[in-house]
């Protein structure tokens, strides 16, 4: 019986010790949320109200939306997804870069989202881009099924983003990259809020606590930089 009570106990303290991480604050950022995880306070989800945002034709000077796919890497046949599509910005040039063999999975949370990227893809007759409803913990995506994943501008305000990158991590293949692209917060000439923007120091405490190895970081876009990791082996 004694043995029985130490490994329950030892269970209770393994699954409370993996989510201690998160902490709410009354004193907080007001853009941000007042839940902090490993110290970073979580951002406020940008609403489907806000899509005409996404598709100002400023963000092609801003984010250089090309140049940042061509740096993913993707190859023809590649299976990827695009976690926070939004609108589909990037879910298109994505499946561009896959061809029609390939396909891209365009993940959100929010269905209004989902039907304006339906819209948009059908404007520009894409077809291998998947819509998929995802929940504020799960992307809802078959185990060992991606070469990549991208997160542009979305990690930062992922409420659970323990849970998301574990669930990540279960949809990649073994050779699969998981690729943030976030504001840089070491950069005060940045003209965002500090809540959204993420330092590359942070970035790879999150993913590297959460089972992934960085394998770099690439800073040639305006004003984010581009950090790539792939599951720990």
Same mark, same amino acid.
């Given at each position: 019986?004694?043995?029985?009570?130490?490994?329950? &106990?030892? &269970?209770?303290?393994?699954?409370?010790?993996?989510?201690?991480?998160?902490?709410?604050?009354?004193?907080?950022?007001?853009?941000?949320?007042?839940?902090?995880?490993?110290? /970073?306070?979580?951002?406020?989800?940008?609403?489907?109200?806000?899509?005409?945002?996404?598709?100002?034709?400023? /963000?092609?000077?801003?984010?250089?939306?090309?140049?940042?796919?061509?740096?993913?890497?993707?190859?023809?046949?590649?299976?990827?997804?695009?976690?926070?599509?939004?609108?589909?910005?990037?879910?298109?040039?994505?499946?561009?870069?896959?061809?029609?063999?390939?396909?891209?999975?365009?993940?959100?949370?929010?269905?209004?989202?989902?039907?304006?990227?339906?819209?948009?893809?059908?404007?520009?007759?894409?077809?291998?881009?998947?819509?998929?409803?995802?929940?504020?913990?799960?992307?809802?995506?078959?185990?060992?099924?991606?070469?990549l994943l991208l997160m542009v501008d979305v990690y930062h305000e992922v409420s659970h983003p323990q849970e998301i990158l574990r669930s990540i991590h279960a949809a990649l293949k073994p050779t699969g990259k998981l690729v943030f692209v976030e504001y840089r917060k070491?950069?005060? /000439?940045?003209?965002?809020?500090?809540?959204?923007?993420?330092?590359?120091?942070?970035? /790879?405490?999150?993913?590297?606590?959460?089972?992934?190895?960085?394998?770099?970081?690439?800073?040639?876009?305006?004003?984010?930089?581009?950090?790539?990791?792939?599951?720990?082996?």
């Amino acid at each position: 019986m004694t043995n029985l009570w130490t490994f329950a &106990l030892l &269970l209770f303290a393994g699954m409370a010790s993996s989510f201690a991480q998160y902490e709410t604050r009354t004193d907080h950022d007001p853009d941000g949320i007042g839940k902090f995880y490993m110290g /970073r306070e979580i951002a406020h989800v940008m609403g489907h109200q806000g899509a005409d945002w996404l598709e100002r034709p400023e /963000r092609e000077v801003e984010e250089k939306p090309d140049l940042l796919v061509e740096n993913l890497g993707l190859k023809p046949g590649d299976h990827a997804a695009d976690l926070g599509a939004g609108t589909g910005y990037f879910s298109w040039r994505m499946a561009k870069a896959v061809g029609p063999k390939g396909r891209v999975h365009a993940i959100e949370i929010q269905q209004e989202m989902l039907d304006l990227l339906q819209r948009n893809m059908k404007q520009r007759g894409v077809t291998n881009v998947v819509s998929a409803l995802g929940t504020i913990t799960n992307i809802n995506i078959p185990r060992n099924s991606l070469d990549l994943l991208l997160m542009v501008d979305v990690y930062h305000e992922v409420s659970h983003p323990q849970e998301i990158l574990r669930s990540i991590h279960a949809a990649l293949k073994p050779t699969g990259k998981l690729v943030f692209v976030e504001y840089r917060k070491e950069d005060p /000439r940045v003209p965002i809020k500090e809540v959204h923007k993420m330092s590359e120091a942070q970035v /790879r405490k999150e993913a590297e606590a959460n089972g992934f190895k960085w394998i770099k970081t690439v800073s040639a876009l305006p004003r984010q930089h581009m950090i790539f990791f792939e599951p720990k082996k």
